[in-house]
């Protein structure tokens, strides 16, 4: 609980979709509040299962108050590039081989990539293949 950064990630963000769910109220004035005034400390991820309906307002708010990465479709041969965005987005420092083996142990899963990029960041700002073989599970 005691570090610098933190890592929030809010799967199945439907919020930014056309898709409507009920019996589900949503602050969507405290998320805009957050936006135009976000944490230092704390990296929100939203993940979106789907298309982006760009014509809502919180879509529209979303993509002007933060950094924004697509993924889709991740074919294996893009991964690095991918993974590599993500590491940034981590402020992790990492040589090849240790991006090598946490391409290899993290399979192109978006969840377990971000689940063990967080642990990476918890343990340290630049990470070696040791730190990859002994952190990220296989």
Known sequence: FFVDQKFVIAKNA???QNEKKTGINHNLVAL???FE???DFTTL???VNGVLDEKKDITQRLKKAAQ???IDNVEKD???VVIGQLIRQFNIEINEDAKKEFIERT???LTLITSELRKLRLYGEKITLEDV???VRK
């Open 14 to 16: 439907y919020i930014f």
């Open 32 to 34: 805009e509040k957050y």
């Open 37 to 39: 005034s976000p944490s």
């Open 45 to 47: 991820i939203f993940v």
């Open 68 to 70: 924004w990465i697509k």
């Open 78 to 80: 893009d991964w690095p």
């Open 107 to 109: 399979s192109g899963d």
């Open 133 to 135: 073989k002994k952190l």
